[in-house]
């Protein structure tokens, strides 16, 4: 079972460039998350999708955006990078709600400079 | 909003004593409480969680956990550290309502040989 992918697994990303982090999961899951880890702040919720085709922002979307068009992928875009945006990005899912826990994936590890 | 508060960053602790990591959450009402372990270079893992059942928890690798609401408490707990143990440690909880999840910093657990 492939359970949640994230690719790519690194990134360097030069001031002002853009790129899509990719996030697939193959256990039919309604729920999907992405959250950034920065050291010593835990995670913290970017975007989420309750389905396809809905989405909503979490606690710090600013400078991302996400689309949700089929239940397996849940890509997250950063548009114009900022070093801020450096961190470890880990997507994750769940069945129903937040009842059953997630799946993360490995994440991806994302520098800007 | 929901707050994570998890007691010391950092906690080392010799092979075979107990490991005890703290973590208060701020809700009125009862949560959702979880515990997830983080190894290196890896993405989260659930290592139990309280749904409003049993107020003690027992999950992976011999973790169990204690829910207590008049402390607003959810310590993690093992018996006798392996070297295995060593890892990063995240508490999370969220109310009935609403989709986000509310992690705490993480502690780190070093197991001292």
């Known amino acids: 079972n492939a359970g949640v992918t994230q690719t790519p697994k690194f990134r360097i990303l030069k001031i002002g460039q853009s790129m899509t982090l990719q996030c697939t999961q193959d256990?039919?899951?309604?729920?999907m998350y992405w959250y950034r880890q920065d050291p010593g702040m835990g995670l913290k919720l970017i975007y989420y999708s309750v389905g396809a085709g809905i989405t909503d922002k979490g606690e710090v979307p600013n400078g991302y955006n996400v689309s949700r068009s089929t239940t397996e992928d849940f890509p997250l875009r950063l548009e114009l990078a900022a070093p801020s945006q450096t961190s470890v990005y880990f997507c994750?899912?769940?069945?129903?709600?937040?009842?059953?826990?997630?799946?993360f994936g490995s994440g991806t590890r994302l520098t800007v400079v | 909003a929901q707050s994570v508060t998890q007691l010391g960053s950092h906690v080392s602790v010799s092979e075979g004593a107990l490991v005890l990591l703290r973590c208060n959450y701020s809700s009125s009402v009862p949560p959702y409480l979880f515990w997830y372990v983080q190894y290196p270079n890896q993405g989260l893992q659930l290592l139990l969680k309280y749904t409003s059942a049993a107020t003690l928890v027992k999950g992976i690798n011999g973790f169990e956990a204690e829910f207590k609401k008049s402390e607003t408490s959810f310590h993690l707990t093992k018996p006798s550290a392996h070297m295995s143990d060593a890892a990063e440690y995240f508490c999370a909880v969220s109310e009935d309502t609403g989709n986000q999840f509310y992690f705490g910093t993480g502690t780190s657990l070093t197991v001292i040989p």
């Open positions: 256990m039919n899951h309604n729920y």
């Open positions: 994750a899912s769940s069945p129903r709600s937040k009842l059953y826990g997630y799946t």
